[in-house]
């Protein structure tokens, strides 16, 4: 040690000087974060509960759910836009269409009609279709 560091001591000569009085302190302070580890703990999770809350209200309100009835009219989104294809062209329709609901399940998916009355064979889900508003006169046509 030089002579300086008699008369006024560095950081490191008051650290080793009190290395016993800090593992004291430093046991004492690692109980008392542990003790409140428990409660931080509590603190997050509760905030997360509620997190978790608010996103699902969220979403609960940003998805409506479709239900459509038979005998409805409605569009059905194109084939390239349901499998994800580039468009045909750049003018090509993103919607087909009306088509009549033949058969409605509570699972979401439908049974579709032209309204020439050809029979379309494969179901479709709920999501590909948009309600079509058509005409008064159109639909009375459709529903006779």
């Known amino acids: 040690m030089s002579p300086v560091e008699l008369v006024v001591p560095t950081p490191r000569v008051v650290l080793e000087g009190s290395q016993e009085d800090t593992e004291d302190t430093n046991n004492e302070t690692r109980l008392a974060d542990l003790e409140g580890v428990e409660e931080e703990r509590e ?3 509760r905030r997360s509960q509620r997190y978790q809350q608010r ?8 998805v409506r759910l479709k239900a459509f ?3 409805q009219l409605v569009l059905r989104t194109a084939e390239h836009v349901r499998r994800n ?7 090509a329709p993103k919607w087909e269409g009306p088509y009549i609901i033949r058969e409605a399940h509570d699972s979401g998916y439908y049974y579709l009609t032209k309204e020439d009355g050809t ?11 948009k309600q079509y508003y058509a005409e008064e006169e159109r ?3 459709a529903s006779e």
Do not use: D
């Not at 996103?55 to 940003?62: C, M």
């Not at 294809?85 to 003018?91: A, G, I, T, V, Y």
């Open 43 to 45: 603190l997050a999770k």
């Open 55 to 62: 996103i699902t209200r969220a979403y609960a309100q940003a």
């Open 69 to 71: 009835t038979e005998e």
């Open 85 to 91: 294809l580039p468009r045909p062209s750049k003018f």
């Open 119 to 129: 029979v379309l064979t494969e179901s479709i889900n709920g999501k590909w279709l």
């Open 139 to 141: 639909c009375l046509s």
